[in-house]
């Protein structure tokens, strides 16, 4: 969290403890922060406040809007679509609703990343309920076309609902609402507070209940509010204007890095040439992503090899995309931000080719 965004937590959490579903005047004052929250989201959104619920998390606004969508339509339709590569949030949801007697059907990335919109699309037909299509991926940055996407699916069948996981690319892309109709987002990927998500919901969108309980959000996710973190969340949201500048700064940020793991021999890029900038995956065949960011971590640089959501496991993005084992486990994932120098990536630079030199390799079993 930003300093600005960590005072306003403690303010909340310090000085306003009523219930904000409550009568008395500290509900009152409570709900008020979360409803000026509520405003300030929908805003940077792009819709009205009426369709923002709050949530715990992102996991939790997609859990939301994936069983509330194919319950509440299964009466006529038994299909629900997906790419490869979404977040565990999504796959683990939509593949439980196996167990309910969906089909489900998905689309893997091709080996350069991205996913093919058509082929998305046209698996969309009059028995499809639902389709799941994340704006950025969490761990090369690709960018699917979504907006041509949900325009596709919505000629095809207007009833089928469109999901969007949005928790990556909020703040630092624009994506137009247009016929999508649920969209998930995440406090902590724009500097607020973890534990604190949203979901979008299209006015007058049918989603059956999944939680039973006091009503709150209106009724779509019973539980009290955490009001300090929704308080986070759109201090966060208000101080992380998504601007030009901004845009420049990233994108030259990772054309350096781009340019530099393209000069050391052996290290090969994994996330698509025309990805968010936000994002740049790559492997280093022969080495264990742990052993390198372990390695990194000593000199105060810290990356990733994929979700965190998938400690210790193989990346599902890569594995879906076809790469070899000695490829995927050797993935590095590097994630930007507005703060971040072009010294920093000097220094990254610098620390994996020093990793490249000292850290022992094991060879590949029939090339990379």
Not at 133 to 162: F, L, S, W
Not at 345 to 363: F, M, P, S
Request: proline letters at 4%.
């Amino acid at each position: 969290m930003t300093p600005e965004v960590a005072e306003k937590v403690f303010e909340v959490l310090s000085g306003v403890f009523g219930n904000p579903s409550s009568l008395y005047d500290i509900g009152f004052e409570a709900q008020q922060i979360v409803e000026n929250a509520r405003g300030v989201v929908a805003t940077a959104l792009g819709c009205d406040r009426s369709e923002i619920y709050f949530t715990s998390s992102g996991t939790e606004a997609n859990n939301l809007a994936i069983l509330g969508a194919a319950r509440a339509r299964k009466g006529w339709g038994d299909t629900v679509v997906m790419t490869g590569f979404e977040h565990p949030s999504v796959t683990a949801t939509v593949e439980s609703l196996s167990r309910e007697g969906f089909l489900i059907r998905r689309v893997d990335p091709s080996a350069d990343g991205n996913v093919n919109v058509e082929a998305l699309s046209e698996l969309c037909g009059r028995s499809t309920v639902l389709c799941c299509c994340m704006a950025m991926n969490n761990e090369t940055g690709a960018m699917p076309d979504i907006m041509r996407m949900a325009r596709q699916i919505k000629q095809c069948n207007p009833r089928t609902v469109v999901h969007c996981d949005l928790v990556q690319g909020f703040l630092k892309h624009s994506f137009p609402l247009r016929h999508l109709d649920t969209v998930s987002l995440s406090a902590h990927k724009v500097h607020g507070p973890k534990g604190t998500g949203a979901l979008y919901r299209r006015r007058g969108l049918n989603l059956e209940q999944v939680y039973f309980g006091g009503g709150q959000e209106s009724g779509l996710r019973s539980g009290t509010e955490n009001v300090a973190g929704i308080a986070g969340f759109g201090s966060a949201v208000e101080l992380n204007e998504l601007t030009p500048q901004t845009t420049q700064h990233i994108s030259s940020l990772n054309k350096k890095l781009r340019e530099g793991i393209q000069s050391i021999e052996g290290l090969i890029i994994n996330s698509p040439t025309d990805a968010s900038p936000w994002i740049l995956n790559f492997s280093m065949p022969g080495m264990r992503s742990e052993t390198v960011i372990r390695y990194l971590a000593q000199r105060g640089i810290y990356v990733s090899s994929g979700s965190a959501c998938h400690k210790g496991e193989d990346s599902p993005t890569l594995t879906a995309m076809g790469l070899s084992q000695h490829r995927i486990e050797g993935a590095v994932r590097v994630s930007f931000e507005a703060a971040n120098t072009q010294d920093d990536v000097d220094q990254l630079l610098g620390a994996l080719n020093d990793a490249w030199k000292e850290v022992v390799r094991v060879r590949a079993p029939g090339g990379i």
